[in-house]
């Protein structure tokens, strides 16, 4: 007779033998970190490892060895963010560290969305830690979620329905006419939030920015009063802490005045620049974000938490819950039992099935403290200050934006060339040294000009990194002009 229990189960044959595969894969895991800072930056997926991917599934299921096989193929193959030259973007660099705790919630498999548990202790724990540090009041809110664009529909979502007065939540929002504010500088997840949320892109202005990519504070008073003038209903501004184009943070006080004097939602993006706040460099650029009623930012940036990890801070607990929170007979709170623990992650965002994220970050913080991670993003901040002195005194180089943060916009420069050849020719040596995987900056515009854009938010980035980019643009250049048909 067939023992269908055993046929349909999913656990090891062979726990010995598993434990010898597994032991073998961290063992590869901890030799690509241990070897971060060597080989290539990033490489191209070969056709041969799509074609195992692909084939993996169509002949499934495999056997541990043929698993493994490809397991250990796709390996080299990352976005390369974990190599002290990826300097492109704004990724966070993770730790080996990261590893244990991913471990510990594999075994756990909690699902955080609710119910009396460990994981819903270690979130609250980190909730008040994060609410400590902008300087919150302990009855504010916070959830871990996968990052700072979530966040941003989580604290859009709290802002518009108390601007509605929760109305919404039920009957809709055709007709409300509300709209918000953020500099032409802040990142695109503000106006996809808006979209998400009902409100539609255009119900955010942008407003302009002064000579260093701040808000200009003039520019949005006069926007507010010219919406209220037409009919319509502001009723949130979005300062950002750490544009993406050039790292710049606004004058967070000054909105936070405004905010106040028009009765209005004060939201941060902070994705990677409010973790600044542990940093002696960075916290005085900060000052008034204690003032915020809500802050969206990315442990996987700049405090190094492996992927993802975002979290979103409300202050006022009562609104957060009230714009979320539903609790249908199957989700019915106790006051003792499983369904106890209350209230539930899930009456603070959309998901009720969430992964134990908080394990990583309450782990990450625990291991290295608030001092240890501020150090790393004060030596960050020298470093781009020393890229930025490297590019002011080499001649074939022009920096585009002041460094504020974590960001250096510059480009190279030759004679002759039209504003549209410069540009081509920065884009080239750009993706060339992502080719030749020597680095991988990115690109941006700056003021109308293609940059090229260095973000340091690496732990593992060295000042010899920097010098090695720039001989390294020097040397693509000419071959980047002839390519152009410049040289």
């Not at 080239?428 to 030749?436: A, G, H, N």
Request: aromatic letters at 6%; one cysteine or more.
């Amino acid at each position: 007779m067939t023992d269908l229990n055993a046929k349909a189960s999913l656990e090891p044959e062979d726990w010995t033998a598993f434990r010898r595969r597994a032991h073998e894969t961290l063992d590869r895991a901890l030799d690509k970190l241990e070897q971060a800072g060597t080989g290539r930056v990033w490489t191209p997926v070969p056709e041969s490892v799509d074609a195992q991917i692909e084939k993996a599934l169509s002949a499934s299921p495999l056997g541990a060895d043929a698993v493994n096989d490809v397991l250990r193929s796709i390996l080299p193959y990352g976005v390369g963010n974990t190599h002290p030259r990826f300097l492109g973007w704004v990724h966070g660099s993770g730790t080996p560290f990261g590893l244990l705790p991913a471990m510990i919630e594999a075994a756990i498999n909690a699902n955080c969305g609710g119910r009396d548990h460990v994981g819903l202790r270690v979130e609250r724990a980190l909730s008040d830690w994060v609410a400590q540090q902008f300087g919150f009041p302990k009855t504010a809110s916070g959830l871990v979620v996968t990052g700072t664009s979530m966040a941003t529909v989580v604290a859009m979502k709290v802002a518009r329905d108390a601007a509605l007065g929760f109305a919404s939540r039920e009957a809709g929002v055709d007709g409300s006419k509300l709209v918000a504010y953020s500099s032409a500088e802040a990142h695109a997840c503000n106006a996809r939030a808006l979209d998400i949320l009902g409100l539609g892109t255009s119900a955010l202005r942008k407003v302009p920015v002064n000579d260093a990519f701040q808000m200009d504070l003039s520019a949005l008073k006069a926007a507010i009063a010219e919406d209220r003038a037409a009919g319509l209903v502001p009723f949130a501004i979005i300062g950002t802490a750490g544009t993406v184009n050039t790292g710049a943070i606004d004058e967070l006080s000054g909105i936070a005045d405004i905010a106040e004097a028009e009765g209005l939602w004060f939201h941060i993006d902070g994705a990677f620049a409010a973790s600044g706040i542990l940093s002696e460099d960075v916290a005085p650029k900060l000052r008034g974000i204690e003032r915020a009623d809500s802050i969206a930012f990315d442990f996987h940036k700049w405090l190094h938490v492996n992927y993802d990890a975002g979290f979103v801070l409300v202050r006022n607990e009562a609104l957060h819950r009230q714009a979320f929170s539903t609790r249908p007979d199957y989700l019915k709170a106790t006051e003792r039992g499983l369904a106890a623990g209350n209230p539930w992650p899930v009456e603070y965002g959309p998901e009720l099935s969430r992964g134990f994220r908080a394990l990583k970050i309450w782990a990450h913080i625990a291991e290295f403290g608030p001092e240890r991670l501020g150090a790393a993003i004060s030596d960050n901040c020298q470093l781009v200050r020393t890229l930025a002195d490297l590019v002011d005194a080499t001649a074939s180089f022009e920096r585009l934006a002041t460094v504020e943060t974590s960001i250096c916009c510059f480009r190279y420069v030759a004679d002759g060339l039209s504003a549209g050849d410069l540009d081509a020719l920065n884009e080239e040596i750009v993706i060339r040294l992502q080719e030749t995987g020597v680095a991988a900056p990115s690109t941006t515009r700056v003021n109308g000009k293609l940059a090229i854009r260095v973000n340091i938010t690496n732990h593992r980035t060295r000042e010899s990194d920097l010098h090695l980019l720039l001989d390294a643009i020097k040397a693509l250049a000419p071959e980047a002009l002839e390519k152009l048909g410049k040289a």
